[in-house]
């Protein structure tokens, strides 16, 4: 099974900051990740898919980059919403793996 | 409008058993992979079960043998079997179908979850 480490596991930011969240899977996958937003009490919401196709919808200041084995999500200017958890996940092969999630915290 | 309803969570004895359904609307579920993902509470996510449109289906080494995915399709509805129910499977369950892309595929949407705790 391939192992998603994600970091940092907690951030704090203030409103306006740039903020990036890594993701390093444990064997090459392409470019076959995604990232997802959580807020307290609600499902995940997709937010990049191919590591950085930006889902229909959702605000340009999300982008993310990377292939292979290492991939960053970033933040350009961050938001009031944008305060959350974030996972990636890898679909490369089964089963799928997900990231262990980074809180982004106010400051 | 795409949309996924999950129903059938709750309080549960260990070794007990219980099933979940996700009502689905919007899309056809017999057309989609389709899949169970977990959320133990405040821990990450953990992927548990897939059926394919062609009716395959595959298991998280955690669930094989107790736990059995399954569909209507005259109900386009989606299920989870939980046999053998153990403490460590307490968790939100969401259903959520698979996008296909270059024969991989992503989640979404997900359905708002629904809990399931086992406890005595």
């Known amino acids: 099974a391939i192992r998603i480490t994600q970091s940092p596991s907690s951030l704090s930011a203030s409103t306006g900051d740039r903020v990036t969240i890594t993701c390093r899977a444990s064997q090459g996958i392409s470019s076959y990740l995604a990232w997802y937003q959580q807020k307290p009490g609600k499902a995940p919401k997709l937010l990049i898919y191919a590591a950085s196709t930006l889902q229909s919808g959702v605000p340009s200041r999300f982008s993310g980059s990377g292939s292979g084995t290492d991939f960053t999500l970033t933040i350009s200017c961050l938001q009031s919403e944008d305060f959350a958890t974030y996972y990636c996940?890898?679909?490369?092969?089964?089963?799928?793996?997900f990231g262990g999630g980074t809180k982004v915290e106010i400051k | 409008e795409v949309q996924l309803v999950e129903t059938g969570g709750g309080l549960i004895q260990p070794g007990g058993s219980l099933r979940l359904s996700c009502a689905a609307s919007?899309?056809?579920?017999?057309?989609?992979?389709m899949s169970w993902v977990r959320q133990a509470p405040g821990k990450g996510l953990e992927w548990v079960s897939v059926i394919y449109s062609g009716g395959s289906t595959y298991y998280a080494d955690s669930v094989k043998g107790r736990f059995t995915i399954s569909r209507d399709n005259s109900k386009n509805t989606l299920y989870l079997q939980m046999n053998s129910l153990r403490a460590e499977d307490t968790a939100v369950y969401y259903c959520?179908?698979?996008?296909?892309?270059?024969?991989?595929?992503?989640?979404?949407?997900w359905g708002q979850g629904t809990l399931v705790t086992v406890s005595s």
């Open positions: 996940q890898q679909y490369y092969s089964y089963p799928p793996s």
């Open positions: 919007g899309f056809t579920v017999s057309s989609n992979y």
């Open positions: 959520a179908r698979q996008v296909e892309q270059q024969l991989r595929s992503w989640f979404d949407p």
